[in-house]
């Protein structure tokens, strides 16, 4: 678990950013059989898709990456997974969060969901949707009491602190949300996304030297693939001028999530403008426009491209 375009997939994001959420319940027997895994042989190359069967508004992660939701027939294809070992994370709304390896093999998985009484579990899966659909404070405010009720039915889930510390985050509540991370790396030491999340906090609360070692740590526990913390650790260098290499961690983030995230083509193309690069933030700004034509920042960069393209051609500028 990159909003307002700080880190809108926290959100990825969220947290990110940039991860997480839950999603609709659909009716399943709860004698369903145990998860079963089918998958073929072929060799997995970067370009071969990937095709997962499993339930109705399932979400599912690859190496704790947020990569979509299945369809209304359980169906979701991914592509650019790379060749190797992944792990694949499954949750739907009313049944037991699945983690599993996912063997090198392209083709087909299939995953069987088990219906779930564990009320630690339902209420997370509630507060996760909740903090997705939150548009306000009072919202936030719910979300939270929602994580809270699920800590006290099972104080050891970091996953429900590092959601926690999500909606503290946008609260405003830093020192609170800190306190949520400490308590997530209590049960799991190593773990990237509540690292990402906690170079988000410093950075809100202008701790930017704090920040960068939060998201190298994040890149570190993560083995290099952790597109929230790249994007983090963008921003601050962003904001201490040194552009090239926030250009270059923007680009580590936009490979990692094969551009499932078009905010990050915005933020590339700034990035490019603050080193008077206009023809590559042309080029950024295109992508954003190809990938969301109708997204909330789309008639701001058409003006914006406007005037680059006439900059570049070099035409003069007049206010």
Known sequence: MLPGPAVLFAIFASTAMVSNGAIAQRGRSPRQAPVRITSDTAPTTAAS????????????????????????????????????????????????????????????????????????????????????????????????????????????????????????LDLNQFEQAHAEIDAARRTRPIYAEASAVEGRIYREA???????????RSIKEGRGFQPEAHVGLARVLEEKGQYAEAIAEYRKALDQLSDSEPVIYQLLGAAY????????????????????????????????????????AGQEIIP
């Open 49 to 168: 898709p990937l095709i997962l069967t499993i339930a109705p508004n399932a979400t599912v992660w690859i190496d704790d990456i947020r990569r979509g939701v299945t369809d209304s027939s359980g169906k979701l294809v991914l592509t650019r997974i790379s060749p190797g070992r992944h792990t694949l994370r499954v949750r739907a709304n009313g049944f037991k969060e699945v983690t599993m390896p996912l063997l090198p093999g392209r083709g087909s998985v299939t995953v069987k969901l088990v219906q779930t009484t564990d009320q630690a579990e339902l209420l997370f899966q509630q507060a996760e949707t909740a903090r997705e659909q939150a548009k306000d404070d009072d919202a936030r405010q719910k979300a939270a009491d929602l994580y809270r009720e699920t800590l006290k039915l099972r104080a050891a889930f970091p996953a429900a602190h590092v959601g926690l510390a999500r909606l503290l």
């Open 206 to 216: 202008a701790f930017n030297d704090e920040a960068i070692r939060s998201f190298r």
């Open 273 to 312: 403008e603050k080193l008077q690069k206009p023809k590559e933030a042309i080029v950024a700004y295109e992508k954003y426009l190809e990938l969301a034509p109708n997204g909330s920042l789309a008639p701001a960069l058409r003006s914006i491209l406007d005037q680059l393209k006439r900059e570049a």
